[in-house]
């Protein structure tokens, strides 16, 4: 079973930066699309970075020009890296594959952005 484990998450002020990571278990993540996805209380999750296998990536529009997502095959990790942070992206953020594996959620790790 693949498992997800999500960490770098944090306290930041608005405009910081952080870099989260995603170590990968239990499958090579070069056969895979990956993803990081955010979820607030009350709202469902929702993707805001997709890297395919080959290294294309898309970004969800609210946070275009501020995220990057990589991927390094040989550590089987994903990574996010987020500038000029916003308090409206407070939330955990998520790794999985694409399509996703339901059963293999990790514990996310927390961002808050506040002053």
């Known amino acids: 079973q693949v498992q997800f484990v999500e960490s770098g998450g944090g306290l930041v002020q608005p405009g910081g930066s952080l870099r989260l990571s995603c170590a990968v278990s239990g499958s090579r993540i070069m056969l895979y699309a990956m993803a990081w996805f955010r979820q607030t209380p009350g709202k469902q999750r929702e993707m805001v970075a997709h890297?395919?296998?080959?290294?294309?990536?898309n970004y969800a529009d609210s946070v275009k020009g501020r995220f990057t997502i990589s991927r390094d095959n040989a550590k089987n990790a994903v990574y996010l890296q987020m500038n000029s942070l916003k308090p409206e992206y407070t939330a955990v953020y998520y790794c999985?594959?694409?399509?996703?594996?339901?059963?293999?959620w990790g514990q996310g790790t927390q961002v808050t952005v506040s002053s």
């Open positions: 999985n594959t694409v399509p996703v594996k339901s059963a293999s």
């Open positions: 890297i395919f296998a080959g290294g294309s990536t």
